[in-house]
C-alpha cells in the first residue's frame, strides 16, 4: 500500500518480492478483492482460513468436517459443536452446564451430567487413549478444558 504512483516505483515493489500493489486512494471492496486474489494464488481458499488446529486435530467449522492425521472423524452434530466450542478457546474451562445450555439452548432443563456422556464419546472418537485423554481434560468439580497444546 503506497501513495506513489509512479510505474518505476510499482515494478520496483513487485520486483523485492511484494505479491500485489495497490495505490491510494482505494475503497475498502478493491483492497478485499486484491487481499483475496492473493489468498487464491496462494492456494488458500477461504474456508481453509477458519481451521482450527490442535496437534493432529484438525477442524472445519465451514463444512463441519473433523480430521485426525488427515482421518476423516465422524461425530454427530452435538459431538462437532461441542468439539468446536472447546477448540476455540483452549485452556478455556466451561462447566457442564455452560456447555449444555450454549449447546442445547438456554432452557436447557436436563441433566447436566448428560454433557459427561457427550465428552465421552468425543473422546473415543478423538482421543489416542480415552482413558488418559491429553486434548479434552476434565477440571474435577467444574467441567472440561481443551488443551491446545498437545
Excluded: C, W
Aim: without cysteine; hydrophobic residues 35%.
Amino acid at each position: 500500500l503506497t501513495a506513489r504512483l509512479e510505474e518505476t516505483d510499482k515494478v520496483l515493489g513487485l520486483e523485492l518480492g511484494a505479491d500485489d500493489y495497490i495505490t491510494k486512494p482505494f475503497s475498502p471492496r478493491e483492497l478485499t478483492a486484491r487481499v483475496r486474489a492473493v489468498l487464491r494464488r496462494s492456494g488458500k481458499q477461504d474456508s481453509e482460513l477458519n481451521i482450527i488446529r490442535a496437534g493432529e486435530i484438525e477442524l472445519n467449522p465451514d463444512n463441519r468436517l473433523v480430521t485426525i492425521a488427515g482421518q476423516l472423524v465422524d461425530l454427530t452434530a452435538l459431538e462437532f459443536d461441542l468439539l468446536a466450542m472447546l477448540m476455540t478457546s483452549p485452556g478455556r474451562v466451561y462447566s457442564r452446564l455452560d456447555l449444555l445450555r450454549k449447546l442445547q439452548g438456554v432452557a436447557y432443563e436436563g441433566y447436566e451430567r448428560n454433557i459427561d456422556v457427550h465428552i465421552r464419546h468425543l473422546r473415543v472418537k478423538i482421543e489416542p487413549d480415552s482413558a488418559n485423554p491429553r486434548y479434552i481434560q476434565t477440571v474435577y468439580g467444574v467441567g472440561y478444558r481443551f488443551s491446545g497444546d498437545s
